[in-house]
């Protein structure tokens, strides 16, 4: 059975920074492409960002400009988000996702194309 299981969020004051988490089980986490996604009250789920399964590639929403960074570490079976110059609107449930992909470098940023996902993690910012 796969199992996403994020973990890492929090409240933080705006300019902070978070280190979001996804842990991956039952699966063979070098073969997947791992997306984040967040979704905001009464608001369309979002895509964040998107890491190849070899993590050589990475892409991000244009709303990121640069505040974000995703990373993975094959070896644990994780993958990280981390969130640096927090903006109340950055306040939304994190989600990651895992899609199987036959290409090295292949990321992912349709919502709809992902297998897995997890059950989100709470990223609250203050004003």
């Known amino acids: 059975q796969v199992q996403l299981v994020e973990s890492g969020g929090g409240l933080v004051q705006a300019g902070g920074s978070l280190r979001l988490s996804c842990a991956a089980s039952?699966?063979?986490?070098?073969?997947?492409?791992m997306g984040w996604f967040r979704q905001a009250p009464g608001k369309e789920r979002r895509f964040v960002g998107a890491?190849?399964?070899?993590?050589?590639?990475?892409l991000y929403a244009d709303f990121v400009n640069g505040r974000f960074t995703i990373s993975r570490d094959n070896a644990k079976n994780t993958v990280y988000l981390q969130l640096y110059s927090l903006k109340p609107e950055d306040t939304a449930i994190y989600y990651c996702?895992?899609?199987?992909?036959?290409?090295?470098?292949?990321?992912?940023?349709?919502?709809?194309?992902?297998?897995?996902w997890g059950q989100g993690t709470q990223v609250t910012v203050s004003s």
């Open positions: 996702a895992a899609a199987p992909t036959p290409a090295e470098r292949m990321v992912i940023i349709r919502g709809n194309e992902y297998n897995y």
């Open positions: 890491i190849s399964k070899s993590g050589l590639n990475k």
């Open positions: 039952g699966l063979t986490f070098s073969n997947y492409a």
